[in-house]
């Protein structure tokens, strides 16, 4: 509830050139405006130029690594996933906007919180009777003095959602991080399940040129050397879809990295499960410590409570004030006039009213953030217990024993017992095996990652929270891990 004082009548408070040259001062501090057009041309030539080994992104990944664990950075070797996701941590172009978004939020608090600018009013009368003074001419500058505390209230207000924009960039890196990983993984079993049937085509190759000899020779019928071709066809149309499917993957994981689909990098397929250890309780702290989705609730909370707070010290009045020196009828007076709103009828009851119910709000997104955080953990170590004893299962059973038919059909082969289908039959059926290893791998690689992005980062050393960065930080710089000293190009 602000108010500025009115002109006061017939003052001069300032002689009109001394107005006129404080107005013409005040605007020469203001800015003034330059046009910066968009550049399409120069924007595809410097994402054309982007390469995982620009400067800073290995000292990046070095830095986010956990501690204790090695971290070397050599692409020459291809890229590998940890290499990765430095590399989309600064070019993935879902989270430079952020962290851009984050700087309008560092501007705003940068800002918040300024006196009113004062205000310069000119009044000027003529008295038409015959009078020895008939012009009566006054300038007077309207001050308000914020005794309400409601700047202080806003700058408090501008810095929790600063932060809060801090902690959606975190959460933001976090989300970008854990695609990354799974379309990786996704991209690894296509990639591998292409080379394992390449594999399988070259051996069912050599079976079929002997069962192709055996026909030639009457010792095979037609019938059964034709499934060796009918075997081929069909895998051969599954190699294509698996090259097709890790094609489109690779873009995919591309474009996490902020890379042109046609950058000269190679990607190293991995399906290791990653070391994630399950919580023994759901409801632990740490937890809610590590969850960047909670820490952005924590500071929207924050925001909440600092809005009402605002709301309510706009209700106090601020005191506006308008000193001047006039004079009226050839007399020099001084003036003071003061405005001070009353707060009767409306005391801003919608705006705290509002920001109170906006507070039970946050409280209450956040309270089931953390219930469903839970349910979700519960439900993905479930999953990765069983996927994991899947996994065992099958190498520790159906490898073994698959492996042995193998080894059988292969000791009748050199003594001169070699049975064509038999042969097909055990080929396929381990190449299916491996297919299905390959598939459990991955689901359980998966389920350990989503255990992991539930979880969250954990905390680097030494190093203070997302949340807590500094404001003048590079807005371009990733935030996950302590600043690097290099920017996102």
Known sequence: MRSHAPPARRCRALPPAAAVGLAVATLAGCQTYAPRPLDPAAHRAQW??????????????????????????????????????????????????????????????????????????????????????????????????????????????????????????????????????????????????????????????????????????????????????????????????????????????????????????????????????????????????????????????AVAELTLRREIREQYPDITIGPGIGEEDGDSRALLAVSLPIPLWNRNRQGVAEAAAQRELARAEYEAAVESLAADLAAAAVRAEALAAQRQEIESLLVPLVDEQDQEITRLARLGEFDALLTLETLVRRHETKLRLIDARLEEALAAARIEELLGPPPPPSAPAAADADADADADAPITAPPTGGSNP
């Open 48 to 301: 054309a130029a982007r390469s995982p080994d620009a400067a800073g992104v290995a000292e990046f990944a070095r830095r986010l690594a956990a501690p204790g664990e090695p971290a070397p950075f050599d692409t020459s070797d291809g890229l590998s996933l940890a290499e990765a996701e430095a590399v989309a941590l600064f070019f993935n172009p879902r989270l430079r906007v952020a962290r851009l978004r984050a700087g309008v939020a560092a501007a705003t608090a940068e800002n918040a919180g300024l006196w009113d600018d004062p205000t310069l009013d000119f009044d000027g009368e003529r008295i038409l009777a015959g009078v020895d003074h008939p012009w009566v001419v006054g300038a007077t500058i309207g001050l308000t003095i914020p005794i309400s505390g409601s700047l202080s209230a806003e700058r408090d207000r501008a810095d929790a959602e600063h932060r809060a924009a801090l902690a959606r960039v975190a959460q933001d890196e976090w989300e970008v991080r854990s695609r990354l990983r799974a379309a990786w993984l996704e991209w690894s079993a296509h990639t591998l399940r292409a080379q394992q049937t390449r594999e399988f085509l070259d051996e069912l190759d050599a079976i079929a040129a002997v069962a192709a000899r055996l026909e030639e020779a009457g010792e095979m019928p037609r019938t059964e050397s034709r499934l060796f071709r009918l075997e081929r066809l069909a895998r051969q149309g599954d190699l294509r879809l698996h090259d097709a499917r890790a094609r489109e993957s690779e873009l995919a994981l591309r474009a996490l990295m902020g890379l042109t689909p046609d950058a000269q990098v190679a990607l190293v397929p991995t399906l290791a499960r990653p070391p994630v250890a399950t919580p023994d309780s759901v409801l632990d702290e740490a937890i809610e410590a590590r969850s960047p989705v909670l820490a952005v609730l924590r500071e929207e909370y």
